[in-house]
């Protein structure tokens, strides 16, 4: 996604292939609850060693389609994992019963979210309680641009003719999630996986995720062309409390490292301060401007840029999507 330095040098170095230097670096409402993550990013599944793994994979793509619909806003095609007379306890306490209700509760939660709200699943287990019954279990985190909070959660799933249907789902409200990430939850919209084509038939593909307490987002990057995989890179982003903002660090496969320093400049748009060294000792410059149109899409461009001191031209803005 955001293909921050790895696609930054892709971009940000596009214009020395003419200079004979290939050296392009990479670069709900919540109690909605319980979906699987993001086209974004998978939920992460407790280990299972069922008797019968074709159900238990059935279920989970059930959960994924779920939580995709979710996160991309479409309250129809969410309210179809339900049962017809399915039941949603949200964590207020209120009951949603039937499929056509349960859609236009969906439809309502979003209206209360902002945009760039993503729900994502963590430690969720499943466990068939009969052939056609099956009980799963996890906590959602629901991100936001302003806000991070969890909810603790359990779904029954039922077995019908068309497949694994959500029959209820309870919901409550968690303490609070800490404020250990501080300004670092601001950057929720970045988690998943994404895609998008540069130019002269480059694509970059990106995958970022929170590390283990929570305390870093983790991002790594592949770049193609046609003859296949090019270049890898893997950036790491805290909150730098000393400082009071965003830094990343990134490292890319062909030997080159940099840093930058993230601030919102506007709603929904981000600009890092960019500085890379290339493995050949060469320095560039970069302020890489993100800015996030709707859940599935982000818009990318590099301006100010510079290599050696030597200005280059501004990127064209690139459309990353989901994948």
């Known amino acids: 996604m955001i293909r921050s330095f ?23 409402s919540e109690e909605l609850v319980l979906r699987k993550q993001p086209s974004l990013a998978l939920p992460q ?7 019968d793994r074709f159900e238990y994979l059935a279920i989970e793509d059930a959960i994924a389609g779920y939580l995709d619909a979710i996160n991309r806003r479409d309250a129809r095609r969410a309210a179809s994992y339900w049962s017809r007379r399915g039941e949603w306890q949200r964590n207020d306490g209120e009951r949603v019963s039937g499929r ?41 985190v629901v991100s936001s641009p302003e806000s991070q909070r969890e909810t603790s959660y359990s779904v029954v799933h039922v077995k019908m003719d068309d497949g694994w249907k959500i029959d209820s789902v309870r919901a409550t409200r968690a303490p609070v999630a800490s404020q250990r990430k501080s300004g670092l939850e601001t950057l929720g919209w970045l988690i998943g996986d994404w895609k998008d084509d540069v130019v002269g038939g480059i ?31 893997t950036q790491v982003i805290v909150w730098d409390a000393k400082i009071g903002t965003i830094r990343s660090w990134i490292f890319d496969s062909q030997g080159g490292f ?32 993100y800015k996030v149109v709707d ?16 200005d280059l031209p501004d990127t064209e803005p690139v459309s990353v999507n989901r994948k």
Request: hydrophobic share 40%.
């Open 6 to 28: 790895s696609f930054f040098a892709v971009v940000l170095f596009s214009a020395l292939n003419s200079m004979g230097n290939a050296q392009e670096v990479g670069s709900s």
């Open 295 to 310: 859940n599935s899409r982000l818009e990318f461009f590099s301006t100010s840029r510079k290599l050696n001191g030597v």
């Open 100 to 140: 056509e209700k349960i859609e236009r509760a969906i439809e309502e939660s979003f209206e209360g979210e902002p945009r760039g709200t993503i729900i994502t699943l963590n430690e969720v287990s499943i466990r068939l309680i009969t052939p056609n019954v099956a009980l799963e279990e996890g906590l959602a």
């Open 258 to 289: 940099g840093t930058g320093i993230w601030e919102q400049i506007a709603e929904n748009t981000w600009a890092v301060e960019t500085e890379f060294q290339l493995a050949d000792g060469g320095v560039a410059t970069a302020t890489n401007v």
């Open 45 to 51: 599944f407790k280990e299972n060693t069922p008797p």
């Open 203 to 233: 694509s970059v593909e990106t995958n970022a995720r929170w590390t283990e307490g929570d305390h870093f987002i983790r991002r790594s990057f592949q770049m193609f062309d046609e003859n296949g995989l090019r270049e890898q890179a």
